[in-house]
């Protein structure tokens, strides 16, 4: 009996060791997966090429080859120093004395908006410039010219040369205001700070953005997508990659983006464009009044229901105005039977009127309404800032 249970003990203990030998050497011939070494763990991988859940990726690569970077250069005169004006000062120094000229370089961004080599900014990145050189997204630069600009609306249209090769240049395509709506995703694409070409991306935080002093003519639209310096110019796109806006300005207290970024829509763009393309210069309506809005304190005072239309302060002698009966003191309620909400309202009115033409006026004088007819005008250029 002694002896049969040596060798059942004997056996247990070698099949143990047997069984712990496969186990750790070869779990699969027990039909057990290996247990995870310290050096390997089991992951999860996605299958190749699968895009990312609302990515912006295609709406990216519409628009990424159409945008080009803007660099400028123009002469500064330093101006001498009032102490070398000396004559003893003057002997010593020389011609040092004299004031030098340096070179003052620039850079924004462009939107190539068609395949013959136009491309569009922002007038402030082009306004005092006199050499203009354009870096396309292929990394090659061109000169370009500029074919003309629209200080009142901050648009400028430049040209180069189009690829030699007959190809084009690889132009955006322009989207529709309509479609756009407060809370659609865009993406601002440029050159911030000189880093080279950036995408950003937000959402349209409003439209119709004006009495920001930024522009004499404002129809913003605003958005968080980051606007930084070196954007002007740049492209505002849909979700699709399609152009709505041209970035020209951010509200900053610290000269970077604050998510308050204001871009002019593609509807005034491509009418200054095309204007500009055209004849080289922008054409507009005008009257000659100034105005000013109607407060509550002014409404009250002239007893008015409401806040609604612009004060006229006063009239351009010899202008349309002028001759068409307008006086200081006027109310001016529609232009061409279209309402007048302030004086932005107004001047927009009467800017988009063709010179020339005819156009029916509604004013409150006193207690009275008077309807002028007036023959528009055309508005003077602004006058040019020097140095």
Same mark, same amino acid.
């Given at each position: 009996?002694?002896?049969?249970?040596?060798?059942?003990?004997?056996?247990?203990?070698?099949?143990?060791?047997?069984?712990?030998?496969?186990?750790?050497?070869?779990?699969?011939?027990?039909?057990?997966?290996?247990?995870?070494?310290?050096?390997?763990?089991?992951?999860?991988?996605?299958?190749?090429?699968?895009?990312?859940?609302?990515?912006?990726?295609?709406?990216?690569?519409?628009?990424?080859?159409?945008?080009?970077?803007?660099?400028?250069?123009?002469?500064?005169?330093?101006?001498?120093?009032?102490?070398?004006?000396?004559?003893?000062?003057?002997?010593?120094?020389?011609?040092?004395?004299?004031?030098?000229?340096?070179? #003052?370089?620039?850079?924004?961004?462009?939107?190539?908006? #068609?395949?013959?080599?136009?491309?569009?900014?922002?007038?402030?990145?082009?306004?005092?410039?006199?050499?203009?050189?354009?870096?396309?997204?292929?990394?090659?630069?061109?000169?370009?010219?500029?074919?003309?600009? /629209?200080?009142?609306?901050?648009?400028?249209?430049?040209?180069?040369?189009?690829?030699?090769?007959?190809?084009?240049?690889?132009?955006?395509?322009?989207?529709?205001?309509?479609?756009?709506?407060?809370?659609? =995703?865009?993406?601002?694409?440029?050159?911030?700070?000189?880093?080279?070409?950036?995408?950003?991306?937000?959402?349209? #935080?409003?439209?119709?953005?004006?009495?920001?002093?930024?522009?004499?003519?404002?129809?913003?639209?605003?958005?968080?997508?980051?606007?930084?310096?070196?954007?002007?110019?740049?492209?505002?796109?849909?979700?699709?990659?399609?152009?709505?806006?041209?970035?020209?300005?951010?509200?900053?207290?610290?000269?970077?983006?604050?998510?308050?970024?204001?871009?002019?829509?593609?509807?005034?763009?491509?009418? =200054?464009?095309?204007?500009?393309?055209?004849?080289?210069? =922008?054409?507009?309506?005008?009257?000659?009044?100034?105005?000013?809005?109607?407060?509550?304190?002014?409404?009250?005072?002239?007893?008015?229901? /409401?806040?609604?239309?612009?004060?006229?302060?006063?009239?351009?002698?010899? #202008?349309?105005?002028?001759?068409?009966?307008?006086?200081?003191?006027?109310?001016?309620?529609?232009?061409?039977?279209?309402?007048?909400?302030?004086?932005? =309202?107004?001047?927009?009115?009467?800017?988009?009127?063709?010179?020339?033409?005819?156009?029916?006026?509604?004013?409150?004088?006193?207690?009275?309404?008077?309807?002028?007819?007036?023959?528009?005008?055309?508005?003077?250029?602004?006058?040019?800032?020097?140095?």
């Amino acid at each position: 009996m002694r002896k049969l249970w040596l060798i059942f003990a004997q056996t247990v203990t070698v099949s143990l060791a047997v069984l712990f030998v496969i186990s750790t050497l070869k779990p699969e011939w027990l039909g057990k997966a290996p247990a995870p070494s310290l050096h390997s763990i089991a992951v999860q991988e996605a299958a190749f090429g699968t895009p990312p859940a609302a990515s912006y990726r295609d709406a990216a690569r519409h628009a990424l080859p159409a945008v080009v970077h803007i660099f400028t250069s123009q002469k500064i005169r330093q101006p001498k120093h009032p102490l070398l004006d000396d004559p003893i000062l003057r002997h010593f120094f020389g011609e040092r004395s004299e004031p030098r000229e340096q070179r #003052s370089a620039g850079l924004g961004s462009g939107v190539i908006v #068609s395949s013959e080599g136009y491309i569009l900014t922002n007038y402030h990145v082009v306004e005092a410039a006199e050499e203009i050189e354009v870096a396309l997204h292929d990394g090659s630069t061109q000169p370009a010219r500029l074919v003309g600009g /629209d200080p009142e609306s901050d648009l400028a249209v430049l040209r180069v040369e189009p690829d030699k090769k007959g190809d084009g240049l690889p132009a955006i395509t322009l989207g529709q205001m309509d479609n756009l709506l407060v809370g659609d =995703v865009v993406l601002a694409i440029g050159n911030p700070f000189g880093v080279g070409q950036t995408v950003t991306m937000g959402i349209v #935080s409003a439209l119709g953005r004006s009495h920001l002093g930024i522009n004499t003519f404002e129809n913003f639209i605003q958005t968080d997508a980051a606007i930084n310096p070196g954007n002007s110019g740049g492209a505002l796109v849909d979700s699709r990659g399609n152009l709505v806006g041209i970035n020209t300005a951010i509200y900053s207290r610290s000269g970077g983006s604050l998510g308050i970024g204001f871009a002019i829509p593609i509807s005034i763009a491509r009418n =200054v464009m095309e204007q500009i393309i055209k004849t080289g210069t =922008v054409t507009r309506g005008w009257i000659g009044v100034e105005a000013q809005e109607i407060t509550p304190e002014l409404a009250e005072t002239f007893g008015l229901a /409401d806040t609604a239309g612009a004060l006229i302060a006063g009239v351009q002698r010899g #202008s349309p105005a002028d001759l068409g009966g307008i006086r200081p003191g006027d109310i001016l309620l529609a232009v061409n039977g279209k309402p007048v909400k302030d004086p932005q =309202v107004m001047l927009d009115l009467i800017a988009g009127q063709t010179p020339g033409e005819t156009v029916p006026f509604k004013l409150r004088r006193q207690k009275n309404i008077v309807e002028p007819t007036l023959r528009i005008g055309k508005r003077p250029t602004p006058p040019r800032e020097r140095d």
